[in-house]
């Protein structure tokens, strides 16, 4: 196909960038919305993906910052180690314990956390689900579910038993949200401990692990066991429909992935850079155009 010059943005030397950090960072997403929403809002915006690996984190906040870049995303492993490298914490970012949004504002790096609130705004569009009295069974005691665990009890769950291989790491993020929100109930049990009872008390299973991104089941929990009004989301996105989700759905039961996570946080994240909104359902269009060509799990 021959080369055209108006198939291609205008890149120049007044044009703002931002992006994302991470290791792996290749399966990212965020670069096909984000830019998608620059496009769409006319704004002279470019968003990259940049490799970081571990050992060279420290370094990449300070080239980036003397670069000029003006924010990104920090996808994993960073989420909690480069917290020591920014100036300031957002609240988001103090309640959570990690960082996935980063923005210079004159000479300070601010850290944000935007998947929790990213999460219970889907929560709401995609599966009509509010925190509040209702059990939620959290699966996983990673990064990820504290930072989910604390947006919750920060929006009303007062209810919450998180199953996790380890018992250590679950207890140890019950002990920090205790602290933040002591009128929440948190439960830890491991996963060979989730009983018939505790699944069918649940209106709320949450999958905060990567399991199902290689096409795992999640075998220590019987869907059958949940009650039918129950609802299943999963955080992983790499389908349109995951393992979990693909069972949830053939066992009755209303079930969505992550990717509405993905564009809720995208979204708050677009405004914390440019200080306005993306237009309405642009980021959402994106994704699901990419996620749609890509291949099943």
Request: proline share 4%; charged share 15%; glycine share 10%.
């Amino acid at each position: 196909m021959a080369w055209n010059a108006k198939q291609l943005p205008d890149i120049l030397g007044k044009t703002q960038v931002v992006g994302i950090i991470g290791n792996p960072i290749r399966h990212s997403l965020s670069p096909v919305m984000q830019n998608a929403a620059f496009a769409a809002g006319n704004l002279d915006y470019v968003y990259v993906p940049f490799a970081v690996k571990p050992e060279h984190l420290q370094q990449a906040v300070v080239g980036l910052k003397a670069l000029g870049v003006i924010g990104y995303n920090v996808t994993i492993p960073h989420k909690t180690s480069i917290i020591p490298y920014l100036d300031i914490l957002d609240d988001s970012a103090e309640r959570a314990g990690a960082v996935n949004t980063v923005h210079l504002s004159g000479s300070a790096l601010i850290g944000y956390n935007t998947d929790g609130a990213g999460l219970v705004d889907s929560l709401a569009e995609d599966l009509d689900f509010t925190p509040g009295d209702d059990q939620i069974l959290v699966v996983g005691a990673g990064g990820a579910a504290r930072g989910a665990i604390a947006s919750l009890c920060h929006c009303g769950a007062k209810n919450i038993v998180i199953c996790n291989r380890s018992q250590h790491a679950a207890e140890t993020i019950m002990e920090n949200i205790n602290v933040l929100y002591p009128d929440t109930r948190i439960q830890v049990i491991s996963c060979n401990q989730v009983t018939k009872e505790i699944a069918s008390l649940s209106s709320l299973l949450l999958n905060t692990t990567s399991l199902g991104m290689a096409g795992e089941q999640i075998e220590f929990i019987k869907l059958g066991d949940l009650q039918k009004h129950a609802k299943v989301y999963d955080m992983v996105y790499g389908t349109l429909n995951t393992p979990l989700v693909s069972d949830a759905l053939a066992s009755g039961l209303n079930a969505v992935n992550g990717a509405g996570m993905l564009v809720a946080q995208g979204e708050r994240a677009f405004e914390i850079w440019t200080g306005q909104k993306p237009v309405k359902g642009t980021m959402k269009l994106a994704l699901n155009s990419r996620m749609a060509s890509l291949p099943t799990a």
